[in-house]
T-cell receptor
Framework: GAGVSQSPSNKVTEKGKDVELRCDPI?????LYWYRQSLGQGLEFLIY????????KSGLPSDRFSAERTGGSVSTLTIQRTQQEDSAVYLC?????????????FGAGTRLSVL | AQKITQTQPGMFVQEKEAVTLDCTYD???????LFWYKQPSSGEMIFLIY??????QNATEGRYSLNFQKARKSANLVISASQLGDSAMYFC?????????????FGKGITLSVRP
């Protein structure tokens, strides 16, 4: 498709389980971002990938969170040993520097519920 | 550090009228970009409009325009001729243009309801 694709759209898991969230960016976009949106915290930056550079992980809340981007395209966000406070919508975005504006285009998000 | 402030409570507007959504920001960057996104109940963040800090003219995109006042550090979104489909959450965001990490910093958002 033409836009950012995220899967699954909804994920319900039990506390302590691991989950993987997937993001397929817009073709040709070299930058990819993960954000988290929760009621109490608003929209928070998690991690940023730019081309082949080392990712900026400064927004990851704990070492239970990790992400990788394979082949400069698809990215997977992994949360290990999920906790109830991990319940949120996880949004992925991608951008290109070609237009000079680096506009980030978002996917529809994955709603994660930890029981 | 960057900060976005959106303090309006839920906003209401009559269909076909114009509405202004307020946004103020703070940054130490000399060069930066300002964005507005729309988030309907479906959850997707939809890009609306962009303003560069060195752009001399206010940005416009169809019914959306940005009232950019650099000295006051404000970037208000104006929606003209409101439609029922404009009912959504609206987020103001910014990033430093020269920052190594072009992550977006978001405000808390404003809920807009359009009345028929």
């Amino acid at each position: 498709g033409a836009g950012v694709s995220q899967s699954p759209s909804n994920k319900v898991t039990e506390k302590g389980k691991d989950v993987e969230l997937r993001c397929d960016p817009i073709s040709g976009h070299t930058a990819l971002y993960w954000y988290r949106q929760s009621l109490g915290q608003g929209l928070e930056f998690l991690i940023y990938f730019q081309g082949n550079s080392a990712p900026d992980k400064s927004g990851l809340p704990s070492d239970r969170f990790s992400a990788e981007r394979t082949g400069g395209s698809v990215s997977t966000l992994t949360i290990q040993r999920t906790q109830q406070e991990d319940s949120a919508v996880y949004l992925c975005a991608s951008s290109s520097s070609r237009d000079g504006k680096n506009i980030q285009y978002f996917g529809a998000g994955t709603r994660l519920s930890v029981l | 550090a960057q900060k976005i402030t959106q303090t309006q409570p839920g906003m209401f507007v009559q269909e076909k009228e114009a509405v202004t959504l307020d946004c103020t920001y703070d940054t130490s960057d000399q060069s930066y970009g300002l964005f507005w996104y729309k988030q309907p109940s479906s959850g997707e963040m939809i890009f609306l409009i962009y303003q560069g800090s060195y752009d001399e003219q206010n940005a416009t995109e169809g019914r959306y325009s940005l009232n950019f006042q650099k000295a006051r550090k404000s970037a208000n979104l104006v929606i003209s001729a409101s439609q029922l489909g404009d009912s959504a959450m609206y987020f103001c965001a910014m990033r430093g243009v020269r920052s190594a990490n072009s992550k977006l910093t978001f405000g808390k958002g404003i809920t807009l309801s359009v009345r028929p």
